[in-house]
């Protein structure tokens, strides 16, 4: 079945872009990242998928149902968790906590203090008293404590110190073997390199790629450097041309033999050919666009 | 109704220092009545002869002499014009603060519909209001019963219940516009309960302006016709529910399609 599953899903904000025919697959069972920079339509993708908003077209399915149909069906097997984590000031944090699994008609008392204990939150806290990675780390409890199907994740790191982020994964990754769906929305790429199974990339509101993460690094460029001269080589299919004093770098796109005809022609005194990151394959797609 | 009692815990201390000031104020009036009631028979003639000053508040058609008369001038107006504004700051910052206070977001990833979100809240001012009115209520009472006084009790069950109905309206019609807002709109609301207080004046004042009391829930609250008519204005309170139901409905049509941002 398909945790997440959209066909042409468009929103516009009066005559402002938002998201453009979005066609997503996400597997029950993924760990899925959604990858773009600020303002590409990953929120809003994620808000319309939740019924926060509603599509100006196409349309989206949750686990087998219909977004704004069974909305209330779908959210009781989702956990949320915002870009921005807002709560009620002058409540606890184990107010909060209580107030969100009651909104689910669920006690969670005894997941939500086991989260609580991994991610060294203190339960009696007032909310307006915590600093922005403790208010992500309530976001976090109130999403997992219910045991969700499927896990929507907005930037979950922002804010949160590298121990957290660890142990935050380290949580998701159980509660992916346990058979649960992890879809994130993320800019940090090297994050949804290490955990996602698959990834989709969205820029200027429309998905630019969506594939396995580990093909997504195959795309037959190579990052390519060159050390003892300065000069770029004519050789065609090069891009991202980056100069040190010493060397120079480009993203090589064309065949090996070409690339090693011309290189054998220069006054080399070192080089190197490897597989580009997921940082360069995102500029890839993004300077693929824009061409 | 998980909502309302979650609105009901973060209003409650709102609500408290509402009350206790409506009728601390009410109660002070009440005990400065028997005081006042000895220098009455000379101050009757003066008040009602005051001209647009008694005509705006009522005072040329009542017995200031009496218990009932001063209640309905002095108290309504404490009753009135704060209660007033305690519904609208109610209603207008129900849904808005959510927005405001990027909470909506948290709210609304849960399994509950907005049309339930709607209804609790909605509850929960109903309740809040009428907490206050039945606080009102007993405060008179005992006041009266202290100063010894025993009003006419069919009058002051309508006057009471006038004011009940006029906070209702209004806390629903800024419930209704409050499902427009994204920010905050507490001026609004006060704005709002204020204007409409002042309508009520205009229209004592100037017969030509007599028919802004079918727009003002203080139209049918005014203490002078209802001691003297013995009832409230039915078509007043008709338009005022008609007011009241399009803001509830304005309320639910628009905030289930409300794109939340």
Not at chain 1, 56 to 80: C, F, H, M, P
């Amino acid at each position: 079945m398909k945790a997440i599953s959209t066909a042409k899903l468009t929103k516009y904000y009066g005559k402002n872009r938002g998201i453009l025919d979005v066609d997503l697959s996400v597997t029950e069972g993924d760990f899925f990242g959604f990858i773009g920079p600020n303002g590409a339509g990953k929120s809003t993708t994620i808000r319309t998928l939740l019924g926060f908003i509603s599509p100006s077209g196409g349309s989206a399915e949750i686990l087998g149902q219909n977004v704004q149909k069974d909305r209330t069906k779908i959210l009781a097997d989702i956990g949320y968790l915002p870009s921005e984590t807002a709560f009620y000031n002058g409540l606890r944090v184990r107010d909060i906590l209580r107030f969100s699994a009651d909104l689910r008609k669920q006690d969670c008392r005894t997941e939500a203090a086991r989260l609580c204990e991994r991610l060294a939150l203190d339960p009696a806290q007032k909310i307006h008293a915590l600093s922005l990675g403790n208010r992500k780390k309530v976001g976090i409890v109130c999403a997992l404590q219910h045991k969700p199907r499927l896990y929507v994740l907005d930037e979950p790191t922002s804010g949160l110190d590298p121990l957290m982020q660890r142990e935050f994964y380290a949580i998701l990754q159980e509660r992916n073997r346990e058979g649960a769906t992890i879809f994130l929305s993320s800019h940090i790429l090297s994050e949804v390199q290490r955990y996602c199974k698959h990834a989709a990339i969205i820029r200027n509101g429309r998905i630019a790629a969506t594939d396995s993460v580990e093909k997504l690094g195959h795309t037959g460029a190579r990052r390519v450097t060159l050390y003892g001269i300065t000069k770029t080589p004519h050789l065609d299919g090069i891009r991202d041309i980056k100069h040190t004093d010493h060397s120079l770098s480009f993203l090589y796109n064309g065949t090996p033999q070409q690339l090693l005809e011309t290189l054998a022609l220069l006054p080399l005194t070192d080089f190197t050919v490897s597989e580009p990151s997921l940082e360069e394959i995102f500029m890839h797609y993004y300077t693929e666009e824009e061409s | 109704m998980i909502i309302c009692r979650h609105e009901w815990k973060t209003g409650r201390i709102s609500l408290a220092v509402w009350t206790l000031a409506i009728i601390s104020l009410l109660t002070v009036c009440i005990f400065i009545y028997p005081e006042m009631a000895e220098q009455m028979e000379e101050l009757n003639d003066t008040f009602s002869q005051m001209g647009s000053f008694s005509y705006a508040f009522g005072m040329d058609k009542i017995n200031f002499g009496e218990f009932i008369g001063f209640f309905g001038v002095e108290c309504g107006n404490i009753l009135g014009l704060g209660g007033a504004l305690f519904a609208a700051l109610l209603g207008i910052s129900s849904l808005s603060k959510e927005e405001k206070g990027q909470t909506a977001e948290f709210l609304l990833s849960h399994p509950i519909s907005r049309v339930q979100i709607l209804a609790e809240k909605l509850s929960c001012i109903v309740f809040q209001i009428t907490l206050l009115n039945a606080a009102a209520i007993a405060a008179t009472a005992f006041a009266a019963a202290a100063i010894g006084e025993s009003p006419d009790l069919r009058t002051m069950a309508l006057l009471f219940l006038a004011y009940f109905l006029m906070q209702l309206e209004i806390a629903f019609i800024c419930f209704g516009i409050s499902a427009f807002l994204r920010q905050g709109g507490v001026g609004i609301g006060l704005g709002l309960a204020a204007s409409f207080y002042f309508l009520n004046l205009i229209a004592n004042l100037a017969s030509k302006a007599k028919f802004l009391k079918y727009l003002t829930p203080f139209g049918y609250t005014e203490s002078a016709d209802i001691i003297t008519d013995q009832t409230i204005n039915g078509c007043y309170a008709a338009c005022g529910a008609l007011f009241a139901a399009a803001g509830i409905t304005a309320a639910f049509v628009w905030y289930c399609r409300k794109d939340i941002t």
